[in-house]
């Protein structure tokens, strides 16, 4: 991209820097939103203004290219056409929108996919809706999953970058200046949507989601995270079209889930992905079977609860709201699988949670914050609903523990407050809970063979895991002349055994532990 630092020339030119530039673009943005009011918009005014600010900073402002990229893709899509030319013109939205995005930090350039996302599953949800009879739509088809594969490729090697790094670089930048529900409104608009609201652009991660990105700010690395978690799931729905048996496709499914989760290694996804699971349905319900629910919860669940992943304790930052996060989505998915009569699914998340590092960071951080005492902490933890019944009955006091309503709803779903002041659980590694002891064996001889298969299908998603994927594209991920080499290790869990969690390690070097092997990153995976 050619770099100038000055406006169109004349004898009073004022320089594009500085004050100047920041005055200049959210004045053309303010003018750009009063001319959406009109009933018959004309952004091609606008576009070269964008232009030169493209132009004048080697570090374009989200909003720039945002807005530059809006108007541009009028003039490159069809006016008309079938779902095969929509997806050739948002192969072109992507082309365009990485260009503009290549000297810009990691979570700018995955946040500016927000579009490209948006358009592709535009594509999906009217091709979701038809049998695929003609030649054209089967190839539209074809050409969506490959264009997923693309982004969600793009997307791992974006991620490539650590958050810590990436904030202590470029903190300005992923900030928003401009309110995202405005931004949201002018792209909606110049490209002919009748609904412009910033949960229409954003239609896989449901009203509860898109209300917490707005009281965040929509701080520019969660909404990388939205759109990486948006990608997660188009990916996700696509790899069900494959004509796969039933317990072989749940095996797939996860092990593609947990390779991708360990290859983006971004905290902001995982937190987004975590609060979208606590929905009464999952987002994807848009482009999906109603049958397909529970599917895709004991996929989406068994990756976020059954692997310990290393990448969260990295950083300190954020280790609080992720572990709040994960302790209230464990209760909710304990009282999901109960509520269905999968005790035992159930029953090996609270044992995987007791023995994770969450429960004790999270005692530390209530008592140290809010003067009470800690009493008995060690290693291990107690269990979900112990802890809960805990933190509830902290919060009655006047103390404020949980970050918002939605998980407060959440937590108080099935308990009772009035149990207990202290967890319930013994933190020396017996857990004496109630959650773990909510399992009905009448029967249980006679469901032997069922259980034994039901334990093999859920052990060997891990298996499979280590098998078939590894974290790197091509053996290193580039982005920017930079690469980085990651490995993921899994270790076999059984889940009806009260064993350590399933653990995803990265390491640089080879390492010949036994009952270990590395898995491939599945970002790059193409449909056949």
């Not at 695929?132 to 970058?161: F, H, P, W």
Request: with cysteine; charged share 25%; net charge negative.
């Amino acid at each position: 991209m050619e770099i100038t630092g000055l406006s169109n020339a004349s004898d009073d030119f004022v320089p594009l820097v500085g004050e100047n530039y920041a005055m200049k673009m959210k004045n053309s943005v303010q003018e750009l939103i009063s001319e959406t009011r009109k009933g018959s918009p004309d952004f091609s005014s606008f576009l070269d203004v964008f232009y030169e600010l493209m132009q004048a900073n080697v570090n374009p402002p989200f909003e720039v290219i945002w807005v530059y990229t809006a108007i541009k893709f009028q003039s490159l899509k069809s006016e008309k056409g079938d779902a095969l030319d929509r997806v050739s013109d948002v192969r072109s939205l992507f082309q365009l929108l990485s260009a503009c995005s290549a000297s810009v930090g990691a979570s700018k350039s995955v946040a500016l996919m927000a579009p490209v996302v948006y358009e592709v599953h535009k594509v999906l949800l009217e091709l979701s809706g038809k049998e695929l009879k003609l030649k054209r739509e089967k190839k539209a088809m074809k050409e969506v999953k490959s264009l997923v594969d693309v982004i969600v490729g793009y997307m791992s090697i974006c991620c490539s970058k650590k958050v810590s790094e990436e904030e202590e670089h470029d903190f300005i930048g992923l900030n928003l200046i401009m309110p995202f529900t405005d931004l949201a409104y002018v792209w909606m608009n110049a490209n002919g949507d009748a609904d412009n609201g910033f949960e229409s652009l954003l239609p896989i991660l449901g009203s509860d989601v898109c209300k917490w990105l707005c009281d965040k700010g929509f701080h520019v690395g969660y909404l990388g995270g939205a759109v990486i978690m948006e990608a997660f799931f188009l990916k996700l729905r696509l790899l069900c079209h494959r004509k796969t048996p039933g317990d072989e496709l749940e095996v797939n499914l996860k092990s593609w889930a947990v390779g991708s989760i360990s290859s983006f290694q971004n905290i902001y996804f995982l937190e987004v992905l975590m609060r979208a699971a606590l929905g009464t349905s999952l987002p994807l319900s848009s482009i999906s079977k109603s049958e397909e629910e529970t599917l895709f919860r004991k996929v989406l669940f068994d990756a976020l609860l059954l692997v310990e992943y290393p990448f969260l304790y990295e950083n300190s930052k954020y280790i609080k709201d992720l572990s709040l996060t994960r302790l209230i989505v464990t209760h909710k998915a304990v009282e999901y699988f109960r509520g269905i009569g999968d005790q035992k699914r159930a029953l090996s998340y609270v044992r995987e949670f007791s023995v994770s590092r969450i429960p004790l960071q999270i005692i530390k951080y209530v008592t140290s914050q809010n003067g009470l005492e800690e009493k008995a902490v060690k290693a291990n933890g107690s269990s979900p609903r112990a802890l809960l019944t805990w933190l509830l009955s902290i919060e009655n006091r006047g103390i404020r523990v949980l970050e918002d309503d939605t998980l407060r709803s959440c937590a108080k779903s099935g308990l009772d407050i009035s149990q207990a002041e202290q967890p319930t659980g013994n933190l020396n590694g017996k857990m004496v809970d109630d959650d773990l002891f909510y399992v009905d064996n009448v029967g249980e001889e006679g469901n032997a063979v069922e259980e034994d298969k039901q334990n093999e299908v859920i052990s060997d998603a891990f298996v499979a895991a280590a098998r078939t994927m590894k974290v790197t594209d091509g053996g290193s991920q580039k982005r920017k002349g930079k690469s980085k080499e990651r490995k993921v290790k899994f270790i076999k869990h059984n889940l009806l055994q009260n064993s350590r969690p399933v653990k995803a390690e990265t390491s640089s070097a080879n390492d010949g532990s036994s009952g270990e092997s590395e898995v491939e990153d599945p970002a790059s995976d193409s449909d056949s």
